[in-house]
């Protein structure tokens, strides 16, 4: 057997080195992946906690709200911030399960799509809202990005319009969770 000299032991090094940094560089990965979905999993809850906050402190206002009772002014306006806060909890858990691969991140728009069909309330400011941007994306010139999900949640109410399914008579009034 022939004896190794520097060079191919230099090399065998060398290689052992870019393997060992490699396998580092992977483990290193999937620290900061499990940081993320644990970073995640807290943002999750720090919406729901203030969500369930505002909604607290006004139950009166968001259980009226969502029936589709008539509101003074002033809790018409808590109400419509309750709502926004709601579509916009959706719509930022929907993207984020989508991006990071959680589940399904239309699951959580149908459950949206639901409450707004269930709802008067929501419906109503809903619509409102979808409403307001038509016009205001015409009058600035803009179009729906491909992140938009309104026209998404809106196809999923139409299907539930045209199903017609029964409408609850026990309603939880209290934020649902997707």
């Given at each position: 057997?022939?004896?190794?000299?520097?060079?191919?032991?230099?090399?065998?090094?060398?290689?052992?080195?870019?393997?060992?940094?490699?396998?580092?560089?992977?483990?290193?990965?999937?620290?900061?992946?499990?940081?993320?979905?644990?970073?995640?999993?807290?943002?999750?809850?720090?919406?729901?906690?203030?969500?369930?906050?505002?909604?607290?402190?006004?139950?009166?206002?968001w259980e009226k709200g969502l029936l589709g009772d008539e509101l003074s002014t002033s809790n018409e306006i808590i109400f419509s911030g309750m709502a926004r806060a709601v579509f916009s909890h959706h719509a930022h858990m929907s993207i984020r399960v989508g991006r990071i691969g959680l589940g399904n991140s239309e699951d959580i728009l149908q459950q949206l799509a639901y409450a707004i069909y269930i709802f008067p309330g929501l419906r109503r400011q809903f619509e409102a809202d979808n409403e307001f941007q038509k016009r205001r994306n015409a009058a600035i010139g803009r179009l729906y990005s491909w992140f938009e999900i309104r026209p998404r949640i809106n196809q999923y109410v139409s299907s539930l319009d045209n199903l017609q399914p029964s409408i609850p008579t026990e309603k939880q009034f209290i934020f649902w969770y997707f």
């Open positions: 057997m022939k004896p190794l000299n520097w060079k191919t032991i230099a090399e065998f090094v060398g290689i052992l080195a870019i393997v060992g940094s490699l396998i580092f560089v992977g483990l290193q990965m999937r620290q900061e992946q499990a940081i993320a979905l644990v970073d995640t999993y807290g943002s999750v809850v720090e919406s729901n906690v203030a969500v369930l906050n505002l909604i607290g402190a006004h139950p009166d206002i």
